[in-house]
């Protein structure tokens, strides 16, 4: 009985100690987000990081804090503005939605 005991410990164990040697996933980097994305109406979208926390500001206007919502994607703390990231596996930003005020962007080089 000993014996079956600490084989099923073993094999309930194994799959969490061969998991636990995977590499583990790309963390998101806020820096990432960063940069000016123009909107197909021609106003500019900036996003800076400033104390590990996103920014966006419309055309110089008024600078609104983001928050995480998901992957790639944060919202804005009244809930008004959703903004999703076009984030590659390789952590770069192709491009940004908007969603509230519906807007698509590409990132500016």
Not at 7 to 35: M, N, Q, S
């Amino acid at each position: 009985m000993r014996t079956f005991m600490w084989a099923l410990a073993l094999c309930c164990c194994a799959p969490c100690v061969a998991g636990a040697a995977e590499k583990p996933a790309r963390t998101i980097e806020l820096k990432d987000f960063k940069g000016q994305y123009d909107l197909a109406d021609g106003r500019t979208l900036t996003v800076t990081e400033r104390r590990r926390t996103l920014y966006a500001q419309m055309n110089g206007g008024p600078v609104v804090e983001l928050e995480a919502a998901g992957k790639g994607v944060f919202i804005t703390r009244w809930g008004g503005l959703r903004v999703e990231f076009d984030q590659r596996d390789n952590g770069s930003v192709a491009g940004v939605r908007l969603l509230g005020a519906e807007q698509v962007a590409r990132r500016q080089e």
